[in-house]
């Protein structure tokens, strides 16, 4: 078997580095929007500075990943589940970015100050203050995560499907 | 791609490896959200046990429904501000948005004298960051943490045949809450004034002030009226009296409070809202708070905001007391859960309001 041609190490870094955001990230969210305390008010302090780091780099990995040369989903691979590859990794780029922007909307929205680091650096808002925007992004904002959250669970079985079954080296390319 | 044949059983067990990753972070992804954990107390168990105990909910507050918006000002003296590099305490003139409210569930309850009152303030400096506080008249919380906060809610819900909380379920909460008693006891037999203009409003929660050094300094705060303070008279008025002698008040003349920091001696408990601090606690006052002007909820600019206690400038920062953090969450909840409903006109409506500024002109 000809061994397929890696992700560039830069992408290798950024994927695994984000993973880890991404996944602690999902957790932090869910486990402080379900909670009162006593870790409630320094979960979301880490939720904000966390959340613009994966903007930040979710949009330096997306202009990496369009000029980077990357391997070719494989050819025996049947048709919908290549087309299955593509489109969810389409949908992961696009949460990856769309999250935080509306958790940055929302909380403008909201007419909440966003300190991104201590009580003195903040954001600035992005929208206007709305309630009703608000109440609509802040619901977004889990539905969203939930989508996000399944995807991450289709991809890491996507990839033990590739790594474990079908032993077609994709696998390999990311690691 | 050739592979050799691979045995039955290694392929179920590769199938099973497929499988496990996946299902292992979901089952740690149900336990963030709590599904393994039915005692924790979450946001949305909070506003189930507050629609339970009556809350109206349909775009109201889920708890303190019933207000009405004020703004106006607040001078620092000058007094605190060696203690906190807020610009609050050292500014003059700094905007204030604030609002009234009687402490329930339901925006169209008749007033009544012995109802908690609140005052919650946003001051908003022209160059610096926002600071928002919410009070109650009441001298201290009886609630300690988040379980209590649940108990109560829970011990507040309505019986159907009466429409009342049950007695036997708040007898119950005290019996089972003994170290709530004496904080229970000190608001029983509290001062009660005539109405909101005369009436005393306390931080509860404890914050720490922080010096342009570094210094830090543990207070409780509280907001005492300049006016002449009357007992209330036992006697209840009609439905909305207290809002109505508000309006009328503030249209005679602006009302204004002290900001009295307390600061913590050694042996006040910091991180407990129930404990009284010792009354010979070094006090300060931080400045002149100032509202002259009146406007219903509806439209007002009271109402599209919550007056989460964390919302904190530079120079103040939260306590250790958990009940902050169970305010912050449940009023982000509350917020986010009226801001999507329909809502119905507040109970203090714009021409109530507007009928004093009539008979003033």
Not at chain 1, 77 to 104: D, E, K, N, Q
Not at chain 2, 66 to 83: E, N, P, R, T, Y
Not at chain 2, 214 to 231: L, S
Request: charged fraction near 15%.
């Amino acid at each position: 078997m000809t061994r397929m041609a890696s992700f560039p190490l830069l992408s290798r870094v950024l994927h695994w580095f984000m993973a880890v955001m991404i996944l602690a990230m999902l957790f932090i969210g869910l486990f402080m929007a379900s909670s009162v305390g006593p870790n409630y008010h320094r979960l979301v302090t880490l939720h904000r500075p966390l959340g613009i780091a994966i903007l930040v780099l979710a949009i330096l990995r997306l202009g990496n990943r369009l000029r980077s040369s990357i391997p070719p989903i494989p050819n025996d691979l049947p048709r919908l589940l290549r087309r299955a590859a593509t489109a969810s990794h389409i949908l992961l780029y696009g949460l990856m970015i769309a999250l935080p922007l509306v958790g940055w909307g929302m909380l403008s929205a909201g007419g909440f100050p966003i300190p991104l680091w201590g009580q003195s650096v903040l954001l600035p808002p992005i929208l206007p203050h709305n309630p009703v925007l608000w109440s609509w992004l802040r619901f977004a904002h889990s539905i969203l995560a939930f989508v996000l959250f399944g995807l991450v669970l289709a991809h890491i079985g996507a990839a033990l499907f590739h790594g474990l079954i079908r032993r077609d080296g994709v696998l390999r390319t990311m690691v | 791609m050739l592979q050799k044949p691979t045995r039955p059983a290694m392929l179920a067990l590769r199938w099973l490896g497929v499988g496990a990753g996946p299902t292992a972070l979901a089952l740690a992804f149900l336990w963030a959200g709590g599904c393994f954990s039915p005692a924790r107390v979450t946001q949305n168990r909070l506003m189930g046990e507050l629609h339970n105990a009556g809350s109206y909910g349909h775009g109201f507050r889920r708890a303190h429904a019933k207000g009405v918006c004020v703004s106006g000002w607040f001078d620092a003296s000058g007094d605190a501000a060696h203690l906190s590099q807020a610009a609050v305490f050292h500014e003059q003139h700094v905007p204030v948005i604030g609002r009234f409210a009687l402490a329930v569930g339901q925006p169209y309850m008749p007033d009544s004298g012995t109802t908690v009152r609140s005052m919650a303030l946003r001051f908003m400096p022209p160059d610096a960051q926002e600071w928002r506080t919410g009070m109650n008249d009441p001298p201290v919380l009886p609630l300690r943490d988040a379980r209590d906060v649940s108990d109560f809610f829970a011990s507040q819900q309505i019986d159907p045949a009466t429409g009342k909380p049950s007695p036997a379920r708040t007898k119950a909460f005290g019996l089972t809450h003994p170290w709530l008693k004496s904080a229970a006891e000190k608001n029983a037999h509290r001062f009660i004034s005539s109405g909101f203009a005369d009436d005393t409003f306390h931080s509860l929660d404890s914050f720490v002030l922080v010096a342009a050094d570094g210094t830090k300094t543990a207070v409780r705060w509280t907001m005492i009226p300049m006016q002449p303070v009357k007992p209330g008279d036992g006697k209840t008025g009609d439905h909305d009296y207290l809002f109505r002698t508000l309006i009328g008040d503030i249209h005679e003349r602006p009302l204004q409070w002290h900001l009295v920091m307390t600061l913590a001696d050694a042996h006040d408990v910091i991180n407990d809202p129930s404990q009284i601090w010792a009354l010979n606690d070094q006090t300060i006052d931080a400045g002149t708070l100032t509202l002259n002007s009146i406007e219903s909820e509806d439209g007002g600019p009271c109402t599209g905001i919550t007056f989460d206690p964390l919302v904190l400038p530079p120079g103040i920062q939260p306590s250790d007391d958990p009940i902050l953090q169970v305010r912050s969450a449940a009023y982000m909840r509350s917020f986010s859960l009226r801001s999507g409903e329909k809502r119905s006109p507040s109970a203090v409506t714009p021409n109530l309001i507007q009928t004093y500024e009539s008979k003033k002109s």
